[in-house]
């Protein structure tokens, strides 16, 4: 067997740390919310793009990493900077600058990766954190 992980086991095993992490945290508003925008994310992209996306997440998380939506953008952000996941070229800056550097083609290629790691911080999330009461 090869040791080897394929690209969608990097994914799962990203989105896992990242929803693991959210989960060892005590609080229980932050965990519902964190849960709830990576249920969002998908039918955000899909609606306004990515970029549009990327954009709200900052302006709803502002840099405070107590914000989940700042949360979320990071986590976004530390996958698609991995060596391997990406080639960004020369774009250089965090990821809603690289976003705003790229050619339509790498923006196209950039969506759909992050659509992929997505649907597994969505499915982790879903199954490990705590539901809001309202759903």
Known sequence: MSLLQTKE?????????????????????????????????????????????????????????SKSEEKVYRDLEDWLKRPGVINWGTAQGELIERIMKINSDKYRLVTTETLAFINWLKRFADAALPKDGGE
Do not use: H, M
């Open 9 to 65: 086991q990097e994914r799962a095993g990203a989105a896992w740390d990242c929803v693991d992490n959210v989960n060892k945290l005590p609080d229980e508003k932050f965990k519902k919310e964190y849960r709830s925008n990576a249920l969002k994310l998908p039918s955000l992209i899909l609606t306004n793009g990515l970029g549009q996306t990327l954009a709200f997440l900052k302006s709803k998380g502002k840099r405070d990493l």
